[in-house]
């Protein structure tokens, strides 16, 4: 009975103790978190707008932000070319990232040395990779422009053409992000047994066979995981577009982010902005509870 009563004290004193040192934590993850976003959705029912305020205060208006804003064309289309970037963006990356893995993974020298190559691009701060993906295509000085003339093809203004903006910035992405998709499938490859590769061997299957009864059940849930952060962030994009494009040319490149900054940020109507960002996150959430059932399963 006393060795019972011990153990419940000891336990007792193990709980406070932990609970004692997550306590901190939970404290900067409530202020920094959950405080801007209770913030964030009861601004997104008020008229809030830094230039008025002073003056004339805040007032409740309801549901006229989510109106406006899901009633707003240019909102609409930004929505579309968010969801067809996040798409094409996820699925080139996955597949160049889960190639680049298993090429890397197949080496038997210079594996070392090919992993600090091809993660170079994600290493590089966004507003560099931007500006150097900018002057390569310049329609001025550009070399990309300068060989094609060379070669006597049609030259285009990347950036500022309808046809070519929001091709460049899946391609930049994609470029930029990869290397991280890479890395961490080639992680996840690092743990497949040798086991199973060799008695798929022996049973005599070729080597799409094992890509696709071995390697990839083997890490099905980096597979997973890989594409839900990266739908994440796709989903969020507003560094490049707003470095390269500014979401033109003709709305064409503008994603919510962009969108949000255009009409909310820049014009200080945080009431606007506030429930913008409140619909994005919903639509993040529907998302990437696909990703989360799946991988549970």
Known sequence: MMKKKKKNNADAQIKRFSIGMISPAILVLAVMTAYPLIFT???????????????????????????????????????????????LTVVLEMLVGFGMALFVNTLRRGQKAMRTLLLLPYLLPTVTVAMIWRMMFSPNYGIVNQAMEALNLPVYNWFSDIHTAFGMLVLIDVWQCAPFVFLLLYAALQSVPQ??????RIDGAGPVKILFFVTIPNIKKSLALCALLRTIDSFRL?????????????NSTSTITQYLYNYGIQSFDFGFGSAGAIVMTVIVLILSSFYIRRAIK
């Open 41 to 87: 959705l009861v601004y997104s029912f008020s008229d809030y707008n830094l230039l008025k305020a002073m003056k004339d205060g805040v007032q409740s208006i309801g549901l006229k932000n989510y109106t406006d804003l899901l009633t707003d064309s240019y909102f609409q289309q930004s929505v579309w070319n968010t969801v067809k970037f996040t798409v």
């Open 195 to 200: 086991s199973q590769y060799e008695a798929a």
């Open 238 to 250: 507003f560094d490049k577009v707003n470095l390269l494009t500014g979401g033109g040319p003709a």
